[in-house]
């Protein structure tokens, strides 16, 4: 998480640097965007996840031998077991529809980013050295 910190000490020294509430609502905005950038990456590094096991259940698929034989496919938190193409049509459909959430995962994230780039250089603008907004690391 990125810190947000502006050190009074500094600003102190500083008689020309005052936090006005229109720059704390910056600094707040700042915050709230970054904490939802981690969690859009967190669900992206999820989809992505979701999107591989999903490619590899079809890569499985491909490896049965008695395509008459039922394939067990959860929904929720059942199996239902289907035959072979209509297996391959449920994944197929899921497979679509995290690519879609992955999609509008990335596009909001860039959005957020965007948001997140705007305040920062206007934060720093006003405060340079005296505030810290860049992510700490793990």
């Known amino acids: 998480m990125a810190a ?7 600003l102190e020294s500083d008689s020309d640097i005052h936090i006005t509430l229109e720059d704390q609502q910056k ?3 700042f915050a709230r965007q970054n904490a939802k950038w981690e969690e859009l990456r967190d669900d992206l590094k999820n989809k992505k996840g979701d999107l591989q096991n999903l490619e590899d ?3 499985d698929l491909l490896l049965v031998e008695d395509e008459s034989a039922p394939i067990p ?3 929720g938190e059942v199996f239902v077991h289907f035959n072979m193409e209509e297996a391959k049509e449920k ?3 899921a497979k679509s529809k995290v690519k879609k959430d992955i999609e509008s995962i990335e596009a909001e994230s860039t959005n957020v980013k965007t948001i997140m780039s705007d305040l920062k250089t206007q934060l720093y603008a006003k405060f340079g050295n005296s505030i810290n907004l860049e992510a700490e690391e793990e």
Do not use: H, Q
Request: cysteine-free.
């Open 4 to 10: 947000v910190a502006v050190s009074k000490d500094s």
């Open 27 to 29: 600094i707040n905005r």
């Open 57 to 59: 259940a079809s890569d």
């Open 73 to 75: 496919f959860v929904v």
């Open 91 to 93: 994944l197929e459909e």
